[in-house]
Structures are given as C-alpha cells and as structure tokens.
C-alpha cells in the first residue's frame, strides 16, 4: 500500500531559528522528513559524509555537491589541534574556511576520547572493530591506534577522566590538552556548525556494566552543563545552531533506557545515539528498538559511526533519519569500490576491488547504470591502472563513485518509504547479499 503523508502532520519548528523538521512519510518505523537548517534542508534519511579535518579527504565541495552528498561530519578535537578553533573562527567559521555552503555537523571530542583511552586500552576500534562479534569486514582502527604510533607504548591510554572533563594527549604531538563540556561547546561554537554535540564519555563493549553505569552518569551531567553552557552563549556567522543530546548505556537495556528519557526530557533540538552499541549487529538493532519509542518523534535522530549498506537498512527500518560513516571514503582509498552486483552476481559486501587482475582488460564503468562522473567517463581498466600505479587521481575518482552510490542509493530508499516499499527493497538488497556471504563461508 502507499503510504500517504500523516494527516495533521506538521512542520515542527525547532527551538533555534532556522531549524525545523518535517516528517512527511512512514512506512512503520522508518520516516521521510524535511530537514530544515539555515544552510539548506536535508532530505532524510540521509548519509552524512565525514569530512574530519574540514575536508572529505581527496574531493573538493563541488565535486561533493554533484555526486549528492547533503551534509558532512567534521571532528571537534581533529580541528581544535589543527589548525585550531581561533584559526577557523578568524577565517569566518567552518563554512567559509572549507567553502562548503551546506549544512556541517560536529561532534564533541567524545568518541576521539574514547579512542585515545578505551579504545587502546581495548583494542576496540573505528568501524567493524566496534562490534567484536562481528567476523570479518574491514578492519580500521581508531584515529591515534595502536598501529599508527606503533610499539608497546601504544597500549598505555593517553587519556585521564576526571568529573571536571578529560586530559588528554595529542596524537600529534604528545602535548597535554583539556576538555571539558563546556569547551567543548565553545569550541564548536568557534567552528559554526550548523548542529552540534554535547559532550560525552563513550565506552567499549568491554566495558563492565558497573563502569558502564558510572560513565553514564557522567555523560548526564555533561550533558546538563553541555546544554547550559550552549543556552548562555551565543552562536556566531549570523546562524543559530542546534544542539544534540547523546543517548548512552552500552549493551544494557536499563541503562540505555535510562539515557534515553534523560535526554528526552531535556530541550535538545536532536537526538544523537553514540557509544558501545553491543558485540554484534543484533545487539545494535536490538538498542535501537529499545530507545527509539523513548525519543521524541518530532526530533531528527542521528546514530554515530554506521554506515555499511546492511547496516544502513537495519537503522532506517528502525527510525533513524541520519548517520555518518569513513567507510564508502576510507574504502574508496583502497580500492574498494561500491557495487551491488559484478557480472551478474551479487557481491556479498557490496563491494568489489579495482586493483583485482581481472580488471585490467576491462572496458565497462565501475557500474554500468551508475551517473557519477567516474563512470560516466573511466573504465574499470583505468582505475585498476591508476591503483596500481598508486596515481593519486585513484582516491579522487573511487571516492566520487562511492559517494554517488551512497546518495544514490539514499534516495532510492527515500522513495521506497513514501510509496510504502520499504521492506520489498530492502530483502531486494539484503537476502541476495546474505546468500552469497553463505555461500562464500562455505566455499
């Protein structure tokens, strides 16, 4: 059945001006919305680029616009060490400094935190390695790991947590630096992101609950300051901000629970749901369907580090409208180029890589019926090439395609939910991609 548009559905302003958020279609969990900030609506759901150091790596703003990308993730402590919040603010804010006109979203410090303590004292990293369950998928550690700075010195943590905020490390330097909850949200008031985060502690799936519980608690009363510091300040380039709430609690329901309607009950204008998300996918999913009922329906929910294709057909069916993930860039950057199909078979990841022998004959595009300008214009045979020649021009064109295929395929999903689709394209999507990881682990 199609599904129609909520009657007395309406836009709901938001506590900044500038800000408003229309939900316009359901198809049960999942929703379509308008998302208005004051630099242009994202239509969600949405994949959010991440553009760590004011820059998604190898492309420039106009090549992000053409391939589709809506909005960009830039990194609070990344920025604040280099080139520092007082350098942007001086160059008119993160906006104008990286000359991208749409919308940015920043996060608080909380997760780099967590990888400079937690996540080497655990070895837990950035995307497959936070589900420890998980097998398989790519392995990426997290910034400052433990195989970037090398040695038995990488497993000693480099952060200190105190109920005042943290001391920290550089991971460029090794200078001592602070953060607290209310710096954080002068720092991000210095960027000029269009939404922000308030400060949190993010923990690791290895965590005891007892810990998990403790640093609970903690993330509540950063939140509170978080939120007072943000009401008592002022935002900066002549555009408000809004400011996002983090939903917390690890793997357990209570706790998670518990975070939820703490963060509900305060006048945040979005809902962010960071941390431990359990040892495996189903944990994940299985956090999402606890909270999300406790969220408020007229708030944007945006979930922290996801962003493989399964994954993203599991959150929207859940009723997130936004996520950011490195993985399309970072995978871009080796070669991994996005696919839902190679000669006819369905890729199990939805992946394929170019560096592989049997593409260096190969005259077609990446993929056939793709519009990005990779594939419009290169073969298969030339990016094979330019990754084996290790010719830089390899990062820029695979990432244009991967990013392309992510908005494309967000649009695709977007229109599966206003016509009540939804769950047809996603088993489309997913079961022939499960067969075939079967059928591999068996081979």
């Given at each position: 059945?199609?599904?129609?548009?909520?009657?007395?559905?309406?836009?709901?302003?938001?506590?900044?001006?500038?800000?408003?958020?229309?939900?316009?279609?359901?198809?049960?969990?999942?929703?379509?919305?308008?998302?208005?900030?004051?630099?242009?609506?994202?239509?969600?759901?949405?994949?959010?680029?991440?553009?760590?150091q004011a820059t998604v790596k190898a492309?420039?703003?106009?090549?992000?616009?053409?391939?589709?990308?809506?909005?960009?993730?830039?990194?609070?402590?990344?920025?604040?060490?280099?080139?520092?919040?007082?350098?942007?603010?001086?160059?008119?804010?993160?906006?104008?400094?990286?000359?991208?006109?749409?919308?940015?979203?920043?996060?608080?410090?909380?997760?780099?935190?967590?990888?400079?303590?937690?996540?080497?004292?655990?070895?837990?990293?950035?995307?497959?390695?936070?589900?420890?369950?998980?097998?398989?998928?790519?392995?990426?550690?997290?910034?400052?790991?433990?195989?970037?700075?090398?040695?038995?010195?990488?497993?000693?943590?480099?952060?200190?947590?105190?109920?005042?905020?943290?001391?920290?490390?550089?991971?460029?330097?090794?200078?001592?630096?602070?953060?607290?909850?209310?710096?954080?949200?002068?720092?991000?008031?210095?960027?000029?992101?269009?939404?922000?985060?308030?400060?949190?502690?993010?923990?690791?799936?290895?965590?005891?609950?007892?810990?998990?519980?403790?640093?609970?608690?903690?993330?509540?009363?950063?939140?509170?300051?978080?939120?007072?510091?943000?009401?008592?300040?002022?935002?900066?380039?002549?555009?408000?901000?809004?400011?996002?709430?983090?939903?917390?609690?690890?793997?357990?329901?209570?706790?998670?629970?518990?975070?939820?309607?703490?963060?509900?009950?305060?006048?945040?204008?979005?809902?962010?749901?960071?941390?431990?998300?359990?040892?495996?996918?189903?944990?994940?999913?299985?956090?999402?369907?606890?909270?999300?009922?406790?969220?408020?329906?007229?708030?944007?929910?945006?979930?922290?580090?996801?962003?493989?294709?399964?994954?993203?057909f599991e959150v929207v069916a859940r009723?997130?409208?936004?996520?950011?993930?490195?993985?399309?860039?970072?995978?871009?950057?080796?070669?991994?180029?996005?696919?839902?199909?190679?000669?006819?078979?369905?890729?199990?990841?939805?992946?394929?890589?170019i560096r592989n022998a049997r593409f260096?004959?190969?005259?077609?595009?990446?993929?056939?019926?793709?519009?990005?300008?990779?594939?419009?214009?290169?073969?298969?045979?030339?990016?094979?090439?330019?990754?084996?020649?290790?010719?830089?021009?390899?990062?820029?064109?695979?990432?244009?395609?991967?990013?392309?295929?992510?908005?494309?395929?967000?649009?695709?999903?977007?229109?599966?939910?206003?016509?009540?689709?939804?769950?047809?394209?996603?088993?489309?999507?997913?079961?022939?991609?499960?067969?075939?990881?079967?059928?591999?682990?068996?081979?």
């Amino acid at each position: 059945m199609v599904s129609e548009r909520d009657k007395g559905q309406r836009t709901v302003q938001m506590n900044q001006p500038g800000f408003a958020f229309d939900i316009t279609h359901r198809d049960g969990a999942a929703r379509v919305a308008r998302y208005q900030t004051p630099h242009g609506i994202i239509e969600t759901p949405a994949f959010v680029a991440v553009g760590t150091q004011a820059t998604v790596k190898a492309v420039t703003p106009d090549q992000l616009r053409a391939a589709g990308i809506q909005v960009i993730f830039a990194n609070t402590y990344h920025l604040y060490l280099r080139p520092g919040a007082g350098v942007v603010a001086r160059l008119g804010g993160l906006h104008r400094f990286m000359q991208w006109d749409r919308p940015i979203l920043t996060d608080s410090g909380g997760f780099q935190v967590f990888s400079l303590g937690a996540g080497i004292e655990h070895g837990v990293g950035k995307i497959s390695n936070i589900f420890p369950g998980e097998a398989g998928g790519l392995q990426v550690e997290a910034e400052g790991s433990a195989r970037r700075r090398g040695g038995e010195q990488a497993q000693v943590p480099l952060v200190t947590i105190r109920e005042e905020g943290v001391t920290f490390k550089s991971h460029i330097d090794g200078s001592l630096h602070e953060f607290s909850a209310e710096k954080s949200i002068e720092i991000q008031r210095q960027l000029g992101a269009d939404m922000i985060l308030a400060f949190d502690e993010c923990t690791s799936p290895l965590h005891p609950k007892s810990y998990e519980a403790e640093a609970l608690e903690r993330t509540h009363r950063w939140a509170r300051r978080s939120l007072a510091y943000f009401q008592n300040s002022e935002p900066r380039y002549g555009g408000a901000q809004a400011l996002y709430g983090i939903v917390q609690g690890g793997a357990h329901e209570n706790l998670r629970l518990k975070s939820a309607e703490f963060v509900a009950n305060l006048p945040f204008d979005g809902i962010a749901i960071g941390g431990n998300l359990g040892t495996t996918k189903a944990d994940m999913h299985q956090i999402l369907e606890w909270i999300i009922p406790h969220l408020p329906d007229d708030r944007p929910r945006h979930l922290l580090g996801i962003g493989e294709i399964p994954d993203i057909f599991e959150v929207v069916a859940r009723g997130v409208d936004t996520f950011d993930c490195v993985a399309p860039t970072r995978n871009a950057r080796n070669a991994a180029l996005l696919a839902r199909t190679l000669d006819g078979q369905t890729l199990p990841k939805f992946r394929l890589n170019i560096r592989n022998a049997r593409f260096k004959y190969d005259e077609r595009p990446v993929v056939e019926y793709c519009g990005c300008y990779t594939c419009q214009n290169f073969s298969r045979a030339y990016l094979h090439h330019l990754f084996r020649a290790e010719e830089l021009l390899a990062y820029t064109l695979a990432t244009i395609h991967n990013l392309q295929f992510m908005a494309d395929l967000m649009r695709e999903i977007r229109a599966a939910l206003r016509e009540g689709r939804f769950s047809a394209l996603k088993a489309a999507w997913l079961e022939p991609a499960a067969a075939a990881r079967a059928a591999a682990t068996e081979a």
